[in-house]
């Protein structure tokens, strides 16, 4: 962390945003513009309600630890208390949302006789919770409970997961709490709303070696944590593809082995509006700062991808495919547009388990040396489980070859020892001066911030699932920036160039098409925060619609700063970042049809501005755009239609 000012010294006092009573056991810790109130009770363990300005938004909730040496977290007697109010920057070493972050809150510790310590911070825009143990005794985690009751009549959007073997790729049903099946389970994050629609997003952050939590149904309003078991022996799965899907066939009754005096995760709530969750920096916030002494070799930038469109070139005089000719004809691509790295996706190794040894058909150093004379660089797809076999001996051979990073797929498991991996991996790439990419991964959950080589987690249902569903719709791709995106940068693959309207979808493996307009997916590179950010089409196809690829490549990965213009969530989202002294602005529409009318006050000065909006025909033909160039001020006002399933972007570059 680069402090910008000095720490505010902890206050070791009663402070107006924080009044303790002691005697009573109870607590009570505010935001501090004091809407945001924390009423924590400490009897036979700890408990706390949420009220925003009076607002209930989560009524009760029970939190403790179970240990193996019979401790529980909250359990003991409260023997310590400190109290403090923090206000400093923080600047982001990689910033995929704002490169400077205001860390303000108000904070709370209650240390026990049994060891434990209950950390509370409450800011303006949430609040979070995390327990450390201070003892020098390494017992197992039997169970970490958090038990929530919500407020009467909240609704959420609901990641239902079908088992913790998974991907974490979901849709997010939109139902009433109460209509939730009882024992059915989710990853995180998952939202809940008031009655009155005000959002509280649960997260967790600063993960390392422990699971991931997940939440279970329980009666009525309830929810409970639950976790995937420390892992005793897993096997194979011949039935779903030994090389990449493993079968558990014996777990422990513990969820973690615990190390000697340590923090465990930060439980994360964003509360406030639709713009909140787009704009709230609080999962990279308390975050473990990074630990990488220089990141001046860690480059963000696009990436031209494979997989999606198969390795479909055409007007080419050679057989397109998992072949040398065809990725020249892809790095020739990149460095034509100024698009910084190539993927050589699935199929460029013998065999998925023989990851040292090329695919006969393509040499492998070879495209490195000529992308290299080219001055973009080479990221190599591999599956978890032959690399978590020789992490070191793998990535220092590819390090050898001149690779710039990798693309780490099919973890699929959230439980102690993957964890660790996802940080093992992180940690000796960042060694060797290797990006990291986690695809078919979990969410994000602050290693981008400990090691900044990490770029990218997918752990959402992304723009790949056109080649065998329709579930990549407008309504999900408004829903997504409120929810997972708050955990952190997120590989959805944008950039289709085949787009189609409701009627004209149809699902293709080969060729895939995408839901909504030409600018809808444009759009995308401004709202969607990612900073190795891919695009997905054929170079072929790219060649053809190079007006909007000239677009897209002029726009950043990481930005300077952040501000939504007009939210709801998965109906619309328009959203200004900004990077230097432009500004960019990107808006996206589900299928109904909306004009927006945006204020430019944000801007200082004058601007050359380019605009891609949807063409007069993109209601019956989705690939129909328009672009304008025109100068504009700040007292102006842009006046943006978009069609059903359309979007918007807007470059501003700044004329002074």
């Not at 993927?343 to 492998?364: A, R």
């Not at 959950?445 to 790949?464: I, M």
């Not at 089409?537 to 790219?542: G, V």
Request: proline share 4%; net charge negative.
């Amino acid at each position: 962390m680069n402090h910008l000012y000095p720490k505010s010294l902890l206050l070791l006092c009663l402070l107006m945003a924080i009044s303790l009573h002691s005697t009573s056991q109870s607590y009570k810790v505010q935001s501090p513009d004091g809407k945001l109130q924390l009423l924590i009770d400490h009897e036979e363990g700890f408990s706390w309600q949420l009220q925003s300005e009076g607002q209930i938004l989560i009524e009760k909730a029970f939190i403790d630890m179970h240990m193996s040496d019979g401790r529980i977290a909250g359990h003991g007697k409260v023997v310590d208390e400190k109290v403090a109010t923090v206000n400093e920057l923080i600047q982001a070493e990689i910033p995929y949302k704002d490169a400077v972050i205001t860390d303000h809150y108000n904070f709370l510790q209650l240390q026990t006789d049994e060891g434990f310590e209950l950390q509370i911070r409450v800011y303006d825009d949430g609040f979070a919770y995390r327990f450390s143990d201070n003892l020098n005794v390494s017992p197992t985690v039997m169970h970490e409970t958090m038990e929530l009751h919500l407020a009467d009549k909240s609704t959420t959007f609901y990641p239902k997961e079908d088992q913790m073997y998974s991907h974490n790729e979901r849709s997010y049903l939109e139902l009433a709490v109460t209509d939730v099946e009882k024992g059915s389970f989710c990853s995180l994050p998952v939202l809940f709303q008031t009655v009155r629609k005000t959002n509280v997003l649960f997260t967790e952050t600063a993960l390392h070696h422990y699971p991931n939590m997940f939440l279970e149904k329980g009666d009525g309003q309830s929810f409970k944590s639950t976790f995937p078991k420390f892992v005793l022996e897993a096997i194979p799965n011949e039935e779903h593809g030994p090389d990449r899907n493993e079968k558990i066939i014996r777990e422990a009754e513990y969820i973690a082995k615990a190390g000697v005096a340590r923090d465990y995760p930060w439980r994360v709530f964003i509360t406030g509006d639709d713009k909140t969750l787009v704009e709230s920096n609080l999962a990279y916030q308390l975050a473990k700062p990074n630990v990488i002494k220089d990141i001046r070799w860690i480059k963000p930038g696009k990436v031209a991808w494979d997989w999606y469109n198969a390795n479909n070139l055409f007007g080419v005089d050679f057989k397109s495919g998992l072949n040398t000719s065809s990725y020249k004809y892809y790095i020739d691509f990149a460095a034509a547009n100024g698009i910084e790295y190539v993927i050589l996706d699935e199929g460029w190794t013998k065999s998925t388990t023989e990851i040292m040894e090329f695919n006969p058909e393509m040499d492998v150093k070879e495209l490195i040396r000529y992308a290299e004379d080219k001055g973009v660089g080479i990221i190599l797809w591999v599956l978890w489980k032959p690399l978590n076999a020789n992490i070191s001996g793998i990535l220092t051979t590819y390090k050898s070859w001149g690779a710039k990073g990798i693309k780490v797929d099919f973890m699929q498991r959230s439980d102690q020892e993957m964890v660790t991996s996802y940080e093992e991996i992180a940690k000796e790439a960042a060694r060797l001066q290797l990006l990291v990419d986690f695809h078919g991964a979990y969410k994000p959950s602050g290693l981008q911030r400990t090691y900044p080589n990490v770029l990218n987690f997918e752990g959402v249902k992304g723009a790949e699932n056109n080649k065998w569903s329709d579930n990549i719709n407008p309504d999900h791709n408004l829903t997504i920036p409120f929810i997972r995106m708050a955990a952190g940068p997120m590989d959805y693959t944008p950039g289709a160039m085949v787009n189609a309207g409701k009627r004209e979808f149809a699902i293709r493996w080969e060729r895939p098409m995408s839901q909504g307009t030409r600018c809808h997916q444009v759009a995308m590179y401004v709202v969607y925060e990612a900073p190795l950010q891919m695009m997905c089409e054929s170079p072929s196809i790219y060649l053809k619609e190079q007006e909007t690829v000239d677009f897209i490549t002029e726009i950043p990965t990481v930005w300077d700063e952040t501000r939504v213009i007009e939210a709801k969530i998965g109906d619309y989202l328009v959203v200004a970042r900004r990077k230097g002294s432009d500004w960019y602005i990107g808006g996206m529409t589900d299928w109904s049809a909306r004009k927006f009318d945006i204020p430019l006050h944000f801007l200082s000065g004058s601007y050359d501005a380019k605009i891609i909006t949807d063409g007069m025909n993109a209601e019956r033909y989705a690939e129909d755009y328009h672009i304008e160039v025109k100068t504009i001020k700040k007292d102006d006002q842009l006046r943006i239609n978009l069609a059903s399933g359309g979007g918007f972007a807007v470059i501003l570059k700044s004329k002074e």
